[in-house]
């Protein structure tokens, strides 16, 4: 199915659906198995919502889906399908949906499917694995560094100050400071179990605050082995504001 690259659909009120076709080749692995192996999926950008891939039936190995009863209905969209998806004996329930008679608005979507990315095993884009979600390429990360004096205080005690901090540029999001990490208190904070995934700048850990026997939890975080698209935030420090 043809989809003009730039096929802003307009929806009722505030909402949008932005439909496109994606010139990346996408494939899905569960259980050792590709169930997923498309040059032309369709990327999907929905208010609210994170970016979606939707595959062609014939890209999709269905002798791996299993139908489901679940049905849900979205008004922007229309009535979604559900199916299993079982590879030997794992199953992941209601893992994939599709919308086979979509409401005119979002008529691309017929004939395709897509899956919960948390409910797959491996995600790539071309060659390289994908974390979280798809790349909406709408989405930048500018990393620019700056003299600007950065501090970072909590109850009255200064846990960081730089004039060498990486700012973060990102669409949507506040701008988040790096400070390097000989410029941080590191002896005020202490290591956590939290880890997040961020499919623009990689895997981050986290650390919490402890100032005269007080916690606070996952006040600052880092990527310490970021994706290559954000070297310069390697072994840096940020605070939430």
């Not at 307009?10 to 996408?26: A, D």
């Not at 600007?148 to 669409?171: D, I, K, Q």
Request: aromatic letters at 12%.
């Amino acid at each position: 199915m043809d989809v003009p690259p730039t096929s802003v659909l307009p929806i009722v009120g505030r909402h949008r659906l932005h439909i496109e076709q994606s010139p990346k080749r996408v494939r899905v692995e569960f259980a050792g198995t590709v169930v997923v192996d498309s040059f032309a999926p369709l990327l999907v950008l929905e208010s609210t919502y994170l970016p979606v891939y939707y595959f062609p039936f014939s890209d999709i190995r269905t002798e791996f889906l299993v139908e489901s009863s679940h049905r849900t209905v979205c008004p922007y969209k229309g009535e979604a399908r559900y199916w299993h998806v079982q590879v030997g004996e794992r199953r992941s329930e209601n893992a994939a949906w599709a919308y086979l008679e979509p409401i005119e608005s979002a008529a691309a979507l017929a004939g395709h499917a897509a899956f919960y990315w948390d409910r797959m095993d491996r995600w790539l884009e071309e060659d390289e694995e994908v974390i979280r979600h798809p790349r909406d390429p709408y989405h930048r990360v500018d990393v620019v560094q700056s003299r600007r004096t950065v501090e970072a205080v909590l109850a009255g005690r200064v846990l960081a100050r730089s004039n060498s901090a990486y700012f973060l540029f990102e669409t949507g999001m506040p701008t988040r400071y790096y400070l390097p990490k000989q410029d941080v208190r590191m002896d005020l904070l202490l290591e956590s179990r939290t880890r997040t995934q961020c499919p623009y700048k990689g895997s981050a850990n986290y650390w919490s605050a402890v100032l005269d026997g007080k916690t606070w939890a996952d006040m600052a975080w880092s990527y310490d082995d970021p994706l290559p698209e954000c070297p310069r935030i390697k072994e840096h420090v940020s605070f939430y504001a």
